[in-house]
């Protein structure tokens, strides 16, 4: 992605078992992987996500790309998410909590569809492919609330493999969906 391109944000975040990601999805809805933290084979049961770097991460896409808004899942994260709005915007830094199924399962849905009509690409990552290869539809509800008859679902964990990259593409692309229209420079107003 070049400096300055517009897009938006997701991240899911972990203190010591889950992997913590920032992805990054452009408005014609390319998905990439800008930064993830694992924990190393063989840590001790005392490694911590080094949260320095997730700050310094968040800060160069900041820098480097024009963010709209970035979806950022909140547990295990709260302070960081409230110093992040403050220093961004709280209209920039939004909390989409993945644990509340009826918040989740729209994004969840719009992109499986987007990737079953061609519509969402990615960067490749393989761990990416194997995060959404580990994932299945868990269904929160009977019906949806509009009436099409169809039951919501999230998507969870189909066996121990870590999805946190399918969760975090997730919430870039609902965000990337739900960007602003970039502000309107009024010297390219030439009436």
């Known amino acids: 992605m070049g400096a300055g391109e517009r897009l938006a944000l997701g991240f899911d975040g972990s203190v010591s078992d889950d992997e913590t990601v920032l992805m990054g999805c452009t408005a014609d809805l390319f ?6 933290w694992a924990r190393p084979e063989g840590a001790p049961k005392s490694w911590r996500v080094p ?6 991460a968040l800060a160069r896409a900041f820098d480097r790309y024009d963010v ?8 295990k994260w709260y302070g960081e998410l409230d110093e992040w709005a403050t220093k961004y915007g709280e209209t ?4 989409l909590d993945t ?5 989740f399962a729209p994004p969840c849905d719009a992109f499986a569809t987007a990737i079953n009509e061609g519509k969402l690409t990615h960067d490749g990552d393989p761990l990416l492919t194997q995060a959404l290869a580990a994932c299945v539809k868990r269904p929160i509800g009977r019906t949806s609330e509009d009436g099409d008859g169809r039951t919501p679902w999230v998507i969870a964990k189909a066996d121990t493999r870590k999805i946190d ?5 997730v919430l ?3 965000a990337a969906n739900d960007m602003p229209e970039p502000p309107v420079d009024p010297a ?3 009436w």
Do not use: C, K, L, S
């Open 99 to 103: 644990n509340q199924g009826r918040r």
């Open 172 to 174: 870039a692309f609902a």
């Open 68 to 75: 709209a808004v970035g979806y950022f899942d909140p547990p």
């Open 31 to 36: 998905v990439f992987t800008i930064r993830a």
């Open 165 to 169: 990259r399918a969760v975090a593409a």
């Open 92 to 95: 920039v830094v939004v909390a």
């Open 188 to 190: 390219m107003n030439v």
């Open 51 to 56: 949260r320095d770097e997730v700050h310094a």
